[in-house]
């Protein structure tokens, strides 16, 4: 059987380290993938010009799966975040956000087990309707829901709650102030969950969403909700369980998905072998999962997980003195 082809973008900052460290846990795990590298970000702007080539884009599309370390988005006008445009171009419209207690973590809870799922493509990150008075005293953007977006995002949810084995999908939205938007949402949100008796349909407004999911995150399971919204909550989430170093993202359409670690690039500790690799290679579990590979998928997650609970060769964020490539090492071990 021929390799499987995949599109792999280093990134910026600390996404060279962090990749090179995936790669190398995926060989091992015995993935026979064939892995084709593109620039975007900062690399690409200095290589070619812009910040997302041509060839890139033509190679997700031909690859259809990517795995993406972190990129950086010029601060200033006439940048658009290359991680928007992304999502805009392949329809990648769910957003998928899993966070999971790891034992060997200096996080609040050991009992955190959610995936948030993010509308990604619609909502106050459209970038509809922006606009600043020309003297500079009024700003305005505009929110846009379809029934169409907030059909296929709650359908991905429930569909993937099943998949997983998982009982209860909690719709978060401001309905009660946002009527005509986030009331949208919640309407189709309802009718989505009654083509799902098997799972326990429950809804929240978003502030005491936050308000509960850190006095108690064990009462969430699945979380569904808009753009803005989702991109709160994942973070949040992601802070339940030990910070952004141990939250991968998927973020997937009808036939393209892009994996990759949420956090930023880090540029200070790039190349210095500081960098934790943990959310990266648990968004290439995420890839393996998308492409029918459970089983090299848990393995890898499990090695990760006994790595970190052992705490011998864990990095500086995890509470550990080892690098980059000593804690990469010790997961090829238990592999």
């Keep these: 059987m021929s390799a499987r082809s995949i599109t792999v973008i280093p990134g910026d900052g600390i996404g060279p380290d962090i990749v090179d460290a995936t790669l190398k846990v995926l060989d091992k795990a015995g993935c026979n993938f064939n892995y084709e590298f593109a620039d975007a970000g900062l690399a690409a702007l200095e290589k070619h010009g812009e910040l997302v080539p041509a060839s890139t884009l033509e190679l997700i599309e031909k690859n259809r799966v990517t795995l993406k370390g972190p990129l950086t988005t010029p601060i200033g006008e006439g940048f658009t975040s290359i991680n928007v445009s992304l999502r805009k171009r392949f329809n990648l419209y769910a957003n998928v956000r ?6 060997g973590t200096q996080a609040r809870y050991d009992n955190v087990d959610i995936i948030t799922i993010r509308e990604n493509t619609e909502g106050m990150y459209s970038g509809a309707g922006q606009r600043v008075t020309d003297d500079g005293a009024t700003a305005e953007a505009m929110s846009i829901i379809t029934r169409e977006g907030a059909e296929r995002i709650c359908e991905f949810a429930y569909q993937l709650a ?9 719709a978060v939205h401001k309905a009660n102030i946002m009527k005509s938007t986030s009331g949208l949402f919640l309407k189709v949100a309802r009718e989505v969950g009654e083509r799902y008796p098997d ?3 429950e809804e929240m407004i ?18 569904v909700t808009t753009n803005l919204f989702g991109d709160i909550l994942s973070d949040l989430c992601a802070g339940l369980v030990g910070g952004l170093g141990l939250a991968p993202g998927a973020n997937i359409g009808t036939d393209a998905a892009i994996f990759e670690a949420v956090h930023g690039s880090a540029p200070d500790i790039a190349g210095q072998d500081l960098a934790n690799p943990t959310a990266l290679i648990l968004g290439a579990v995420q890839m393996l999962e998308y492409l029918g590979m459970s089983d090299k998928a848990a393995k890898i ?17 995890l509470g550990g003195n080892a690098g980059t490539k000593a804690f990469t090492d010790a997961i090829l071990a238990r592999l």
């Design 98 to 103: 899993p966070v999971l207690s790891l034992k």
């Design 199 to 201: 799972i326990e349909s």
């Design 162 to 170: 099943r998949k997983e084995g998982r009982k209860k999908v909690t």
């Design 206 to 223: 978003v502030d005491a969403t936050c308000m509960k999911l850190v006095m108690d995150p064990s009462q969430f399971d699945v979380i």
């Design 301 to 317: 997650r499990d090695a990760v997980r006994e790595t970190i609970a052992e705490g011998e060769n864990v990095t500086r964020d």
